[in-house]
């Protein structure tokens, strides 16, 4: 970029101009207006109500200026929840949708931590072992390697049923989500399975978490930027027929998103497990709604084609801030439960007004 | 240079100047009998426009040979070798490139993205994971559509909000950035303005001079007299006639279109 000159070139009858930088508005900018607009509502509500402030440090209580606890909660509350809103990302680019997501945290959770366990708790043998004496103590890789591989079958399934037969997503991955429940209740006949190694147990320690979280983040950025994948993932969620007359394999394309979603909820039970160093059969509960509204808030469209990582992750944090700003009011938990729901549904309202001002234009 | 004037001796000619012939070829719909045994010849260079009224199988005959999809029967030689094109891909591989009615064109990518689609500049291969050169495409972008003469104030824009001819103009862009041995354009100016409308002929014109050879499916008459040097008529899913613009007029082709006439070897007994 040694001349900086805006490239631009004069062509054609009517002599319009070439602006290959010129870039429009960015829908996640949006995003991010509506995440400080909230956040100064909480403050607002926060001087009026509690007499403190939201965000910041109105007490002195931290050497920051921001109240460096609740910003921490925020961020270790959404993490987990926010590695399977980016698999959700994709698939709703694809013009899919992944219900299963929650329970494949399950069952890979199970799984992954069955192989993650220790052979002694407080200098006697592990109680609740699951299999025999051989499988203790086993280096980390294999439990990673165990939730990794039970979350990305899941999504080859999920993805070879919406890909190869003519059943929607909804349906394919509905079924998935209760066959998926089921197969982590049958995994130990329903017991939780606790007692990891210290190895596994610091996958999801501190802000372990949150740091998955940003690196998949990232990483998925650059994917969803800058590879034919991603470029294909906009295409067919764009327009499907236009993708496969432009020569784009949609099922084998399909299968791969899915199967990455299924890896993420894979990655997802993994730290999960270890932040909460047991695993249960109802872990990940109605994780993939919460995962879906991140996105959704975020601005990708259930319609398809639209959307970023970027958005999904500052959807993520809006969430977080509600969620928070909530008990931060001192609202009942019950309250936080209604509030998701309401939420959730805003969220795809929000969307549908989205697509038909777009499509009025 | 003028062009060659319709001569007789072309017909005698040797077969290797034969770009694209089908041979009988069929596409059913369950019942619907959408195409029934075409028979059609295009030679390297000619530009020759299909005609016939809506629902006649012109469409669905450029699906076989574009491998959009698979014929019921029928055989297609393409550019000296029987082809049996698999996907669209195999087809553009082959060097046909395609304006589709529906231009198949993805709204929520700009211009080079949809330029480029399903066939994208890389810089290192990592399979489905291969990093985009985006610098790479935007360029030969500008280039193709200097080519064409297109304009768009905007590449790096969505096409959603584009306006007919303008996506119009970059589906017909996208032909003409990559070498081809046949261009088909499935009525390529049916929505546009008439500025538009000559901009669009005035890349055909193009494609003519530079010997590229053509297929147009148009219902506007005058466009065709003055673009092709023959016409095809399709009527009720078969060919009804193959006419010379030089033998031919307006109501003689009308005439063809409605079924008011038929040449002789393409009747069939017609069960209406
Ligand atoms: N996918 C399809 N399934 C069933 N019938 C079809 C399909 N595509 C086209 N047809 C039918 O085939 C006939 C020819 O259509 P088409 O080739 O699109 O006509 P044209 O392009 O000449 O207007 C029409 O009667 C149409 O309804
Ligand atoms: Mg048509």
């Given at each position: 970029m040694a001349d900086g000159t805006a490239q631009a070139?004069?062509?054609?009858?009517?002599?319009?101009?070439?602006?290959?930088?010129?870039?429009?508005?960015?829908?996640?900018a949006n995003v991010l207006i509506a995440l400080i607009l909230i956040v100064a509502v909480f403050e607002g509500l926060g001087a009026l109500l509690m007499d403190q402030s939201f965000l910041f440090d109105s007490r002195d209580r931290f050497d920051s200026v921001f109240n460096e606890a609740r910003?921490?909660?925020?961020?270790?509350?959404?993490?987990?929840i926010g590695i399977i809103a980016l698999g959700a990302t994709q698939v709703i680019i694809t013009g899919g949708i992944d219900l299963s997501?929650?329970?494949?945290?399950?069952?890979?959770?199970?799984?992954?931590?069955?192989?993650?366990?220790?052979?002694?708790?407080?200098?006697?043998p592990n109680p609740g072992a699951v299999f025999g004496p051989a499988w203790l103590d086993l280096p980390v890789i294999v439990p990673v390697l165990a939730g990794l591989g039970v979350g990305t079958l899941a999504g080859v399934i999920n993805g070879a049923l919406i890909a190869y037969t003519r059943i929607p997503p909804f349906i394919a991955t509905l079924g998935m989500m209760v066959a998926a429940r089921g197969a982590a209740q049958w995994w130990t006949r329903g017991q939780p399975v606790s007692f990891?190694?210290?190895?596994?147990?610091?996958?999801?320690?501190?802000?372990?978490?949150?740091?998955?979280?940003?690196?998949?983040?990232?990483?998925?950025?650059?994917?969803?930027?800058?590879?034919?994948?991603?470029?294909?993932?906009?295409?067919?969620?764009?327009n499907e027929d236009a993708a496969r007359m432009s020569g784009i394999k949609v099922a084998r394309h399909k299968l791969l998103v899915y199967a990455i979603a299924g890896g993420l909820a894979g990655v997802s039970a993994i730290v999960l497990s270890a932040k909460n160093l047991t695993a249960q059969t109802g872990m990940g509960l109605m994780?993939?709604?919460?995962?879906?509204?991140?996105?959704?808030?975020?601005?990708?469209?259930?319609?398809?084609?639209?959307?970023?990582?970027?958005?999904?992750?500052?959807?993520?944090?809006?969430?977080?801030?509600?969620?928070?700003?909530?008990?931060?009011?001192?609202?009942?938990?019950?309250?936080?439960?209604?509030?998701?729901?309401?939420?959730?549904?805003?969220?795809?309202?929000l969307d549908q007004w989205r697509q038909s001002r777009t499509g009025a234009k | 240079m003028a062009a060659e004037p319709d001569g007789g001796e072309v017909m005698g000619d040797a077969m290797d100047d034969v770009i694209l012939e089908t041979r009988g070829l069929t596409k059913h719909y369950g019942g619907v009998h959408a195409l029934t045994d075409a028979d059609f010849t295009l030679r390297a260079g000619e530009h020759v426009a299909i005609m016939g009224d809506n629902g006649a199988g012109k469409s669905t005959f450029v699906r076989q040979i574009t491998g959009v999809e698979v014929p019921t029967r029928g055989t297609i030689v393409f550019d000296g070798r029987e082809r049996h094109f698999e996907n669209p891909m195999d087809a553009r591989d082959a060097g046909i490139e395609t304006v589709f009615q529906t231009l198949a064109l993805a709204d929520d990518l700009d211009v080079p993205d949809n330029l480029f689609l399903g066939r994208e500049i890389v810089k290192f291969n990592l399979g489905p994971f291969s990093i985009l050169d985006y610098k790479a495409m935007q360029e030969a972008t500008i280039a193709g559509l200097e080519k064409t003469g297109v304009k768009i104030p905007n590449i790096r824009g969505t096409i959603r909000n584009m306006s007919g001819g303008q996506r119009q103009c970059v589906a017909i862009a996208r032909t003409a950035t990559f070498h081809s041995k046949l261009t088909i354009m499935d009525e390529p100016t049916a929505a546009l303005g008439v500025q538009e409308t000559a901009q669009v002929e005035a890349i055909v014109r193009t494609l003519k001079e530079a010997g590229e050879p053509l297929i147009l499916i148009s219902h506007n008459m005058r466009q065709v007299m003055d673009l092709c040097d023959r016409i095809v008529v399709f009527r009720r899913g078969r060919i009804c006639a193959k006419l010379r613009k030089a033998d031919t007029?307006?109501?003689?082709?009308?005439?063809?279109?409605?079924?008011?006439?038929?040449?002789?070897?393409?009747?069939?007994?017609?069960?209406?």
């Open positions: 070139r004069v062509h054609g009858t009517g002599g319009l101009l070439y602006d290959t930088k010129r870039r429009a508005w960015p829908n996640e910003l921490r909660i925020i961020i270790l509350q959404v993490a987990i997501a929650g329970s494949v945290v399950g069952f890979a959770a199970m799984v992954a931590m069955s192989f993650a366990q220790t052979g002694v708790v407080n200098g006697n990891p190694t210290d190895g596994y147990a610091a996958l999801g320690q501190g802000m372990m978490p949150v740091i998955w979280f940003v690196g998949l983040a990232i990483l998925f950025h650059l994917i969803l930027r800058h590879t034919v994948y991603g470029k294909h993932t906009y295409a067919i969620g764009s994780y993939e709604l919460d995962a879906i509204a991140m996105a959704v808030i975020g601005g990708v469209s259930l319609a398809g084609g639209r959307g970023s990582i970027v958005g999904t992750v500052i959807g993520a944090l809006i969430f977080g801030v509600i969620i928070s700003g909530f008990t931060f009011l001192r609202l009942d938990a019950y309250y936080q439960e209604m509030v998701k729901g309401v939420i959730i549904v805003a969220a795809v309202v | 007029d307006h109501q003689d082709v009308v005439a063809y279109i409605t079924g008011a006439k038929t040449q002789a070897e393409y009747e069939v007994a017609d069960a209406v």
